[in-house]
């Protein structure tokens, strides 16, 4: 029956998208290569027990930023995690230094988070991102890609009146304000990080 549904183009739902989305990953595909239909006999299945390395993220200056879908390569998760739903990124730069340095590998927990140009009328919930306030996230603001620490800013009484700051750990580097005209994608928090040592 879903199948069928697939087929006739009627995923309209939250419940069929979420089954559709769980179908895809569990057949191997990402989604633009399961869509995209003659290309999908050369995308490789997920190697089982590891976890999608996407290359670097700025932690520096925000970057311009053109995402992928598919990982650059599929490395082991982090010592003692028992949990393959992470991503894995490498630092480029050195806002977040000293507790993350340029090569430092990090490993996150993927978000989904979206919030476009604020609406006064219906401004998001500061519940939305309690779980992230003094945590470092990757983040795209208005197409540019940053790793920083996650900020709540009070702004008045109301409890929904709130900024939400990107903060560097290197005082060099200044903080981003995501104000009323920002769009941002919340991509991931960092749960472990992974340094090289000489």
Not at 152 to 176: A, F, Q, R, W
Request: proline letters at 10%.
């Amino acid at each position: 029956y879903f199948i069928n549904k697939i087929m006739r183009g009627e995923v309209n739902s939250d419940i069929d998208r979420t089954r559709l989305k769980a179908l895809i990953e569990k057949l191997g595909y990402t989604e633009e290569a399961f869509f995209k239909g003659s290309d999908i006999a050369v995308v490789k299945p997920v190697p089982s027990g590891r976890i999608p390395f996407y290359g670097e993220i700025p932690a520096g200056n925000p970057t311009w930023f053109e995402g992928t879908t598919n990982p650059e390569a599929w490395i082991e998760p982090p010592p003692f995690c028992s949990t393959t739903k992470l991503f894995a990124l490498r630092v480029r730069g050195q806002s977040m230094a000293p507790r993350f340095l340029q090569g430092d590998v990090l490993y996150l927990e993927p978000l989904s988070i979206q919030i476009g140009v604020k609406d006064p009328e219906r401004p998001v919930p500061r519940l939305t991102f309690e779980r992230l306030n003094n945590r470092v996230v990757a983040a795209m603001v208005d197409g540019e890609s940053t790793l920083k620490q996650l900020k709540i800013v009070p702004m008045g009484k109301s409890k929904d009146n709130y900024e939400l700051h990107l903060m560097p750990m290197n005082p060099e580097y200044t903080p981003i304000v995501i104000g009323p005209d920002s769009t941002a994608d919340f991509q991931g928090v960092v749960v472990r990080s992974v340094r090289d040592e000489p």
